[in-house]
């Protein structure tokens, strides 16, 4: 019989979460202040570690108002303590816009993360290059970086050794799903990513958008099922025969998204095309495309 298929319904509009949240011991949340329709209600930035010397995994954009909320919840997380040091997912600018600005609060901080270049100097700060499997750590903390390319060349989830958790960037979103643009991103290994994150012994995932996830392993499964659904339905959308531009393919598959997010879904679409297409199985004749 075949197995229900799971996939991603949710959506990142309307949600709402709280400004700072404590999640363990290790770890609370500091919200970005710059919700939208791609980042729900911001991205989430992280404190995590025990005692005077934790890490801000994360940045945030440098919303003004971010600047009173760190420092306020830095205060509540470790008394009397200062950041040891800026870990970073990835280049985009909601993730490291905010460097400068936690210089401002704190002064010059090292900043971790895999290199990108062209696209790093949005921090305005000296990067400290990291590969898949740099330890980092912090008092109470053990993060091993993960190098999870697909939304980003340069995309790093961290796991946290001590609670089985996995902050997985824009790898795995709290809600919705996560673009892969088709340009910089690359699908095909998105979805190697997300098998690869299958193999982790995890309990849960602290997403950079959106809430906590407490079902990990389904979660990444259904990540995985709604990307090949789409794929299949950009198959079928193309068995008509007809070569078809990527917005023809989306007024047919993504019926339940609205109109607004269609220039959205057609950059995605492109990217299931670019994964085809180096897969043999569909041809681009100009700015058709057709089945191989
Ligand atoms: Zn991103």
Known sequence: ?????????????????????????????????NPGPFTGPGTNTYIVGRGRRPVLLDTGAGVPVYQDLLPHALGEVSPGGRLERIVCTHAHADHIGGVPQVYRCFGELEVLKKPWPGKDEVAHAAITAIEDGAMVEAEGVTLRAIHTPGHAPDHLCYYLEEERALFT??????????????????????????????????????????????NPRQKIEEYIAHRELRERQVLEALAGGAPLEPMQIVKRIYVDVPEFLHAAASNSVRSHLKKLRNEGRVTEHESRWSLS
Request: hydrophobic share 45%.
């Open 1 to 33: 019989m075949a197995k229900a298929q799971r996939v991603v319904t949710d959506s990142m509009i309307g949600l709402k979460l709280p400004d700072f949240a404590r999640h363990s011991d290790r770890v609370a949340t500091v919200l970005g202040q």
């Open 169 to 214: 960037g824009d790898v795995v979103l709290g809600a919705g799903t996560t673009v892969i643009p088709d340009d910089t991103g690359d699908l095909g290994q998105y979805m190697e990513s997300l098998r690869r994150l299958l193999e982790l012994d995890l309990a849960l995932i602290y997403p950079a958008h959106g809430p906590v996830i407490r």
